[in-house]
């Protein structure tokens, strides 16, 4: 794996080498496929990458280096409905746990409510 990322990055730069020194923009894609982005890093382009609400995709073109980013904002949102789906229900659920004091024997009263 390391192998395959270090032929990626060597093949970014060796692209973005052969490109007149006026046309070099540090940023494209290997064979097409395989994003690269060699500028610094802005804080806009940090928050388009890894928290982006306005995006339905769960991979980004990564900020700095070559690969992906995951859009951790639609990820949160896959999971929230493969969590209701399994459990039933697409409803928030609370989970209120009372604890006896140390000296009691009986287990913690557990309550499911749904808001």
């Known amino acids: 794996m ?6 990626l990055v060597v093949a ?3 692209t973005e080498l ?3 020194a006026p046309e070099r923009t ?3 894609r290997v064979l097409g496929v395989v ?4 500028r610094p890093p802005t804080f806009q382009r940090l928050r388009d990458a890894y928290w982006n609400p306005r995006s339905d995709r ?3 073109d990564r900020v700095f280096g070559v690969g992906w980013a995951i859009n951790l904002h639609r990820a949160k949102g896959l999971m929230e409905q493969v969590f209701g789906r399994l459990m039933g229900s697409h409803e928030a659920l609370t989970i209120r746990m009372t604890v ?5 024997a009986k287990q913690p009263d557990v309550t ?3 808001e």
């Open 100 to 104: 006896r004091s140390e000296g009691s």
């Open 12 to 14: 970014a730069v060796a």
């Open 18 to 20: 052969s490109k007149p």
């Open 2 to 7: 390391r192998f395959a990322v270090f032929g």
């Open 35 to 38: 994003p690269y982005d060699f």
């Open 112 to 114: 499911l409510t749904r």
């Open 26 to 28: 540090w940023e494209g």
């Open 58 to 60: 769960l991979f980004s």
